[in-house]
């Protein structure tokens, strides 16, 4: 089975420019998550989506961050325009809905910085 | 906010002793999950623990689940260089949180050969 696919896998931009990042989930896991990770830390959850919808983007910075997952498959995060405290590591996740558990499956990570 | 909080924050051992690394919260999770992350990789679940009390084994990692579902821990037996990397544990909701994970801040932990 293939993993959470994630493009590209570093980024390097000036900031004031604007960059984008690309999730593929497991094939049927309905639920994408997209968390922003500062070294040395926990990943912090900017966006949940079930299928195509949004449950939660309470810590998404919305005034420089976006995403959509318009075909409740693929998704794309995008950052415009970035500020030097975005640069972190950028992991996609998905999950099959089901139970109590909510396993979540992640991605490599896009790894920003931001100069 | 349901936070959880982890120790010790870094740890550096010896090849073959044994460690423990807590994860603590003052709320209730409905299951909880840890993962181990290497450099440039994204975190992979090592496994999730739901029944309070719960103990499970994975070769020689021990994980325990506290009888409030508030805490749990991770020990590892005799470790190995190939231990090395971060421990994060990550609690998931109810309720309107249902599904979502919180994450503790990691635990960085260096095993010398």
């Known amino acids: 089975e293939a993993g959470v696919a994630q493009s590209p896998r570093y980024k390097i931009i000036e900031k004031r420019q604007s960059v984008a990042f690309w999730c593929n989930p497991i094939?049927?896991?309905?639920?994408l998550y997209w968390y922003q990770q500062i070294l040395g830390q926990g990943p912090k959850l900017l966006i949940q989506?079930?299928?195509?919808?949004?449950?939660?983007d309470s810590q998404l910075p919305k005034d420089r961050f976006s995403a959509e997952r318009l075909k409740g498959v693929d998704s794309t995060l995008k950052i415009q325009p970035a500020k030097l405290e975005d640069s972190a590591v950028y992991l996609c996740?998905?999950?099959?809905?089901?139970?109590?558990?909510?396993?979540?499956?992640f991605g490599p990570g896009t790894r920003l910085t931001v100069t | 906010t349901q936070l959880l909080e982890q120790s010790p924050q870094f740890l550096s051992i010896q090849e073959g002793e044994n460690l423990t690394v807590y994860c603590n919260s003052s709320?209730?999770?409905?299951?909880l999950q840890w993962y181990r992350q290497e450099p440039g990789e994204g975190p992979v679940l090592l496994v999730t623990?739901?029944?309070?009390?719960e103990v499970k084994k994975l070769k020689r990692l021990t994980f325990q689940f506290g009888d409030a579902r508030k805490d749990s821990s991770l020990h590892i037996t005799a470790a190995q260089p190939g231990d090395t990397g971060l421990y994060l544990c990550?609690?998931?909701?109810?309720?309107?949180?249902?599904?979502?994970?919180?994450f503790g801040q990691g635990t960085i932990l260096t095993v010398h050969p």
């Open positions: 996740a998905s999950s099959f809905t089901s139970g109590v558990t909510y396993e979540q499956y």
């Open positions: 094939s049927g896991h309905a639920t």
């Open positions: 989506f079930q299928n195509n919808g949004v449950v939660d």
């Open positions: 709320s209730v999770f409905s299951s």
């Open positions: 623990v739901v029944t309070g009390g």
């Open positions: 990550a609690g998931s909701g109810s309720g309107t949180s249902y599904g979502k994970l919180t």
